[in-house]
């Protein structure tokens, strides 16, 4: 397996970075519906919160190195197959999910340092406040953060419909070519 895309596939590296992100997105989603419903005498009452700020961060540090690695290694290009419509249509849903991702992680940070108080990630390191306004800043945020993150699930459920879309229905490369199988490997 390569480590960089080539213009039939996408590396081992591109790979790693989309489906660990993926994972910790829905994860991310279910452990934020789920922590919101706690009591306050709940045991996992303030560890949910820290679990999921501590995530976030690291989300973040990933999201980045994934845009610096587009650049670094670009993604192979739009099948011959695909229609006008079809290339518009990926490129739209592709820097949509990035900017719903920024955005979330960004209203994230607004609401965990609300208080003034910095991020502190698994005791590793802090990320320092920069804004802070206590209530209408969280509430506002957290608003913002909670509709994002609905967007950016729904959004990649669509996406994962038209890569089976792809797969099942034109019988491209499109799926294959993600799961490290270049358009020769797969007879396409």
């Known amino acids: 397996m390569q480590l960089r895309n080539s213009s039939a596939r996408y590396g081992i590296i591109s790979m790693c970075l989309h489906w660990l992100i993926a994972l910790a997105v829905y994860g991310m989603f279910g452990l934020g519906l789920w922590m919101v419903t706690l009591s306050y005498y709940d045991g996992w009452y303030h560890q949910a919160p820290e679990l999921h700020k501590s995530i976030g961060i690291l989300l973040m540090m990933s999201l980045v190195v994934r845009i610096v690695w587009r650049h670094i290694s670009p993604p192979p290009p739009a099948l011959k197959s695909y229609s006008k419509l079809t290339r518009l249509s990926a490129i739209a849903a592709h820097i949509a999910l990035y900017g719903l991702l920024f955005a979330i992680l960004i209203s994230g940070y607004l609401i965990s340092t609300a208080d003034g108080k910095p991020i502190s990630v ?53 799926l294959k070519r993600m799961l490290g199988r270049s358009s020769v490997d797969s007879g396409a």
């Not at 509709?147 to 034109?170: E, T």
């Open 122 to 174: 698994f005791g590793l390191f802090e990320v320092p406040a920069t804004l802070a306004d206590a209530g209408s800043q969280a509430d506002l945020a957290g608003q913002v953060h909670l509709w994002l993150a609905w967007g950016v699930v729904i959004l990649s459920v669509l996406h994962g419909l038209a890569a089976l879309k792809h797969h099942f229905i034109d019988k491209d490369a499109t």
